[in-house]
Nanobody
Framework: QVQLVESGGGLVQAGGSLRLSCAAS????????MGWFRQAPGKEREFVAA????????YYADSVKGRFTISKSSAKNTVYLQMDSLKPEDTAVYYC???????????WGQGTQVTVSA
């Protein structure tokens, strides 16, 4: 099992920035990739970004490409999501994920709320 704990959500104005963090613990040696999904009210959960844990290759949804950056610290077993130029449509609960495939979806964090005001 892998445990994931997110932090860094909050309220920000449009055009602002936030950085989400996700610390992984447990059987992390089985992790192939980590990533982020989000779910807005009344919408389906959607993929946001992912990173290959060993190689560092990054993958993004078209809606966030050029604005969001995913990164990792192997020493800290932590993945980050730097979100810049935020838009109201980015408002959602953001979930950290980990797993053995891309996009990773075997393990999920509890979620952190991101609210972008117009």
């Amino acid at each position: 099992q892998v445990q994931l704990v997110e932090s860094g959500g909050g309220l920000v104005q449009a055009g602002g920035s936030l950085r989400l963090s996700c610390a992984a613990s447990g059987r992390t040696f089985r992790t192939y990739a980590m990533g982020w999904f989000r779910q807005a009210p009344g919408k389906e959960r959607e993929f946001v970004a992912a990173i290959h844990w060993t190689g560092g290759n990054q993958y993004y949804a078209d809606s966030v490409k050029g604005r969001f950056t995913i990164s990792k610290s192997s020493a800290k077993n932590t993945v980050y999501l730097q979100m810049d130029s935020l838009k109201p449509e980015d408002t959602a609960v953001y979930y950290c994920t980990a797993g053995g495939r891309l996009p990773p979806n075997d393990y999920w964090g509890q979620g952190t709320q991101v609210t972008v005001s117009a």
